[in-house]
């Protein structure tokens, strides 16, 4: 073969997408395959809490848990994922700086509620082997929270720095999954912590 | 820094000499030691993931000569009871964890790149990640051992005896916090694999056409990330309660001690399935180039590989049969176990029927390939009988169980593995390794396998318990167990022939070309070794055997790798739709990167603060490795992760 270049064309050339392609990049895909396995993770905490507590000789809970922090904690979790959505539906760097401002504030004031009712609990993680769930999955759950409100950060940060327009902007669809994931995983360690012990 | 468009119409041209020197310039890895640590090559990356679990094979095969020795005959005292609890539990590690899924990981890095036509992974710089995890979790799980702390409770460390008031030392510690974060590299590894397999298939390359290994491999991936959780989470509660006074598996305090049998074997049953799935793509895409012929049932074939795993998701509790777990639960365990046969079977038939209806060429890659049928066999049959609960009951814990699981891991897993080698070493390294050295290769592996294994099923028959450090005379079985020494001895001296016949090869051995085999996948339509950037233009797929569209004539449409998008703005490969892999975007490829190995020594520093309580230490490797993820994911232009600045 020479080395002159010879051009072949198909049938249809047709203009393609080059790099950052949100819901067709990569790295979205990516995202879904870190919440699978995230997900698992939790599937399996709360399947550990649900195991010990059905097994247990005896009581499990040294009391009904209170929902005086829990139920505003979940709550603002909840209205941090509509602030995500409201934020990232638009192109407007202001609207979507807005947004996820106010889910990092959301964030931070759970982080707070958590802290708060870790100090007000009448037992701690050594106590039994409910105290050891008990604090176990509301600490791998702030740690995911924690991980996620770096990632607000971070994209607070691209978009003041200019970084997104209407067509890059992987990023944000890809932390806002994650945030998504975050609170629904906050939802469920809800239900299981708080509302079941109601159930029998 | 130059604009990248948001799209583009990619150049359609024939590969050419000038075109693969612009793309060698833009692909290539720099030379030296600091090209070699930021290298985010797929086919540097899987050379090393194979190197290194060959190392890792080779230290588990000497624990396992030792022990061997301990047994050779009644009453012996070479080792303490100790020393041999810590070699049967490195043992085991070390060759389910460190080799058996690292070394199809290797193959498959380097291999899937080149067998679904891109130019590499999807997760170049992920890749190399997985990699430096893999070996400082490695190092990590062997310094407890170097230093006389070693796991000591066998591979799958049942609690209480794992817990700190039966085992004080840190040997259990060494192991949890390792298997935490090996569990990291497996993770990020899969998610990789399948990103890659859903997103840069070559264009035409529908899942219908996907060489069996990638749906092996694809499938074991899928089941890490969901069950690779499992097991963290299991060590690590394990670690809690060890160091922190948790009562997670404490059942003085309402904890359950089965509770950690569920979470490890909820992973360790998939996982089993996950190191074996891709060993048996393998065999169905290179014995039947041995055979001459295209694999027999590729869809059954296929999605039974899927069906097996699934199954495999539902059978953990046959582990745990003797237990004391409800009838319900082991009748519907037992069941599912002895259902799961039937797609294992598939694949069986399947080879068999290539060999008998091909024309077999007896190469050592044949021999390696066609033997592992009959120990699949042999294990599958061993396994069918402990899957029932009667069975199991008079069989778990004696050596018929160690036998049935050597069987199943070197018969499928280390038997491909060598065939593996003897058909893509060439590809790798250009040269061919000798056949004659390599018929020795395999008999002595062959005969020295049965010789140690197939007595142990009698050895467990006859009651011989696992993991005794030494037995008394006459229980009758002072010959079986002289015979399985003798026969290891056998086996290593095998794996040792292989060894001599790389080494020998690499200096003298025959050049290969591009396809020496006549293989019929993309990979052998690119020189041996490969270019960096794989293919100089994207090839375009039109059926399932690429390079034999002449010969099977199934329709009169071609393959090509010489005429394609070039694709050479920078690093760049094709990103095609999920089922009917039709041209979808083009994706830009990250260059070298330090960022993976800054993240595997922070997060080394990191679990080494946690095992020594040096919380400074920690918290300082956390910051470390929280930094390089932010630096490795800040948005780059020349990636197209940026906004164009405004054009006023």
């Known amino acids: 073969m020479s080395d002159t270049a010879i051009e072949a064309t198909p049938s249809a050339p047709r203009p393609l997408a080059v790099g950052g392609l949100g819901y067709a990049g990569v790295g979205w895909w990516g995202m879904i395959t870190v919440i699978v396995t995230e997900a698992s993770l939790f599937g399996y905490l709360l399947f550990a809490y649900l195991y010990d507590a059905v097994k247990v000789d005896g009581e499990w809970l040294t009391a009904m848990p209170s929902v005086r922090f829990a139920l505003p904690g979940v709550l603002l979790l909840l209205a941090s994922s509509l602030a995500i959505l409201w934020g990232s539906r638009a192109g407007a760097p202001e609207r979507l700086r807005a947004g996820f401002l106010a889910a990092l504030l959301c964030g931070a004031a759970f982080v707070a509620l958590q802290l708060l009712e870790w100090h007000g609990k009448a037992f701690s993680i050594r106590s039994d082997a409910y105290g050891s769930m008990f604090y176990i999955i509301t600490a791998i759950h702030l740690a995911h929270l924690l991980a996620g409100l770096l990632a607000l950060a971070l994209v607070l940060v691209w978009s003041m720095l200019g970084y997104f327009d209407s067509r890059r902007h992987d990023p944000v669809i890809i932390v806002a999954a994650y945030w998504h994931f975050v609170v629904g995983a906050g939802a469920a360690v809800f239900i299981v912590l708080y509302v079941t012990p109601h159930l029998w | ?648």
């Open chain 2, 1 to 648: 820094m130059e604009d990248i468009e948001f799209e583009r119409i990619p150049r359609y041209v024939s590969a050419t000499a000038a075109y693969r020197r612009g793309l060698g310039v833009i692909w290539e890895t720099p030379p030296g030691i600091g090209g070699w640590l930021s290298s985010v090559d797929h086919k540097k990356i899987g050379i090393c993931y194979i190197v290194t679990a060959f190392a890792f094979l080779i230290l588990g095969g000497i624990e396992a000569l030792v022990m061997r020795l301990q047994l050779i005959g009644p009453d012996r005292h070479l080792l303490t009871p100790e020393q041999y609890d810590q070699l049967f539990s490195t043992h085991g590690m070390t060759m389910i964890f460190l080799y058996a899924m690292p070394v199809l990981s290797g193959f498959s890095n380097y291999l899937w790149p080149l067998m679904l036509g891109s130019r590499d992974m999807a997760f170049p710089r992920l890749n190399a990640l997985s990699y430096w995890i893999y070996v400082a979790a490695g190092l990590f799980m062997y310094a407890g051992f170097a230093i006389g702390v070693g796991p000591n409770d066998g591979w799958f460390n049942y609690v209480p005896y794992a817990s700190r008031p039966y085992n004080p030392g840190m040997n259990i510690d060494f192991y949890a916090l390792g298997m935490i974060y090996l569990g990291i590299s497996t993770t990020v590894g899969a998610a990789n694999f399948l990103v890659t397999v859903m997103r840069t298939r070559a264009p035409g390359m529908s899942v219908n056409r996907m060489p069996i290994m990638v749906w092996g491999t694809l499938t074991a991936s899928a089941a890490n990330i969901l069950v690779v959780p499992a097991v963290s989470l299991a060590f690590f509660l394990l670690w809690m309660d060890r160091q922190f006074g948790t009562h997670f598996f404490d059942v003085s305090a309402g904890g359950q001690p089965l509770l950690w049998q569920h979470l490890f074997w909820m992973f360790g049953h998939p996982w089993v399935y996950a190191v074996v799935l891709p060993a048996m793509g393998m065999v169905s895409d290179a014995l039947p180039i041995f055979c001459r012929r295209p694999l027999v049932g590729y869809t059954p074939v296929a999605l039974s590989t899927v069906a097996t795993m699934i199954l495999g998701f539902g059978v953990w509790v046959h582990h745990m049969f003797a237990t004391g777990l409800p009838n319900l639960a082991l009748s519907f365990f037992s069941g599912a176990s002895i259902i799961i046969t039937v797609p294992s079977a598939v694949a069986v038939f399947a080879w068999t029927a290539t060999i008998w209806l091909g024309r077999p060429v007896i190469t050592t890659a044949f021999l390696f390939f066609s033997s592992m049928i009959v120990l699949f066999v042999i294990g599958g049959v061993s396994g069918f009988m402990t899957a029932s609960v009667p069975v199991d009951w008079q069989l778990t814990q004696t050596y018929f169980v160690v036998a049935h699981l050597h069987y199943v891991l070197i018969g499928i897993n280390l038997f491909p593995v060598v065939g593996a080698i003897y058909v893509w070493f060439p590809k790798m390294t250009s040269r061919l390794l000798d056949e004659r050295l390599g018929q020795w290769n395999f008999w002595t592996m062959f005969i020295g396998f049965k010789l140690a294994f197939l007595p142990m099923h009698l050895t467990g028959l006859r009651g011989m318990p696992r993991r005794i450090y030494t037995f008394p005379d006459h229980m009758g079985w002072n010959i079986l167990n002289l015979v399985s020494t003798v026969g290891a001895f056998v086996l290593a001296a095998g794996v040792l022939l292989l060894l001599v016949n790389v080494i020998q090869s690499l200096r003298s051995g025959r050049l290969a070309g591009a396809n020496p085999w006549d293989g019929a996948t993309l990979e052998w339509s690119v020189p041996s070794p490969p270019p960096s950037y794989n293919f100089a233009v994207i090839p375009t797929v039109v059926s399932r055997h690429p390079l034999w569209e002449d010969r099977l004539q199934e329709s009169a449409d071609r393959s090509t790798a010489i005429e394609g998008m070039l694709l050479d703005h920078g690093r760049e490969t094709l990103a095609t739709t999920l089922l009917d892999g039709d041209a979808d975007a083009i994706l830009k490829m990250p260059g070298e990167s330090y960022a993976p190995l800054l993240l595997t020594v922070g997060l080394s520093g990191f679990f080494v603060g946690l095992l020594l309580h040096q919380w400074w230490l920690a918290a300082f490797g956390g910051a470390v490795a929280t930094a390089s993820i932010v630096g490795w994911l800040w948005p780059e232009r020349a990636l197209a992760q940026i906004a164009q600045p405004r054009h006023v």
